[in-house]
T-cell receptor, first 111, second 116 residues
Framework: SQQGEEDPQALSIQEGENATMNCSYK?????LQWYRQNSGRGLVHLIL?????REKHSGRLRVTLDTSKKSSSLLITASRAADTASYFC???????????FGSGTRLLVRP | GAGVSQSPRYKVAKRGQDVALRCDPI?????LFWYQQALGQGPEFLTY????????KSGLPSDRFFAERPEGSVSTLKIQRTQQEDSAVYLC??????????????FGSGTQLSVL
């Protein structure tokens, strides 16, 4: 079973547009992470946000966390075709070491 | 090595065969994880090692699945008597210390297992 649910399941946008993906989770967390996965590859860590943080930036990425709503969002600004990938949120809800992943958002950025 | 290495990249097995999947984590990384990823889904936790100790194997689907990390570095995931439902991508990840939830994981490219 998976802790997080990403929304939407799939997203198609034009290059240059912003992409927003949402993640909801069920139980209290200490940290939430976002990962990216290109087709046929492993996951690559993007950003970690702690439960006492509300927003974090990394380059063109902006992550928000609302612990009262048990949700997070990932915003990719000025998207590029190379951003085409699946994006997953992951939480440490059940233990200090185990990450539980959501089902992912498949992003397609059209050139 | 520069990253987490997994082999083989692809494995085709006949139903009932045993398979062994190898993971070389980043040198010096204490924690090692195995995840199973079905097509179109997120990775699901299988098992966790801290050095050579297997601290959590709660995600292993059945007793046909066995993992080891005898010297605290390379790990092997073994699946005995493979079944069609075992077809998936098996991902290995490592992290520097023992707090995977509090730090980022480095993933290998995975082994895609197809059981015919």
């Amino acid at each position: 079973s998976q802790q997080g649910e990403e929304d939407p399941q799939a997203l198609s946008i034009q290059e240059g547009e912003n992409a927003t993906m949402n993640c909801s989770y069920k139980t209290s967390i200490n940290n939430l992470q976002w990962y990216r996965q290109n087709s046929g590859r492993g996951l690559v860590h993007l950003i970690l946000i702690r439960s006492n943080e509300r927003e974090k930036h990394s380059g063109r990425l902006r992550v928000t966390l609302d612990t009262s709503k048990k949700s997070s969002s990932l915003l990719i600004t000025a998207s590029r075709a190379a951003d085409t990938a699946s994006y997953f949120c992951a939480t440490d809800a059940t233990s200090s070491y185990k990450l539980i992943f959501g089902s992912g958002t498949r992003l397609l950025v059209r050139p | 090595g520069a990253g987490v290495s997994q082999s083989p990249r692809y494995k085709v097995a006949k139903r009932g065969q045993d398979v062994a999947l190898r993971c070389d984590p980043i040198s010096g990384h204490v924690s090692l994880f195995w995840y199973q990823q079905a097509l179109g889904q997120g990775p699901e936790f299988l098992t966790y090692f801290q050095n050579e100790a297997q601290l959590d194997k709660s995600g292993l689907p059945s007793d046909r699945f066995f993992a080891e990390r005898p010297e605290g570095s390379v790990s092997t995931l073994k699946i005995q008597r493979t079944q069609q439902e075992d077809s998936a991508v098996y991902l290995c990840a490592s992290s520097l210390d023992g707090t995977g939830g509090n730090e980022k994981l480095f993933f290998g490219s995975g082994t895609q297992l197809s059981v015919l």
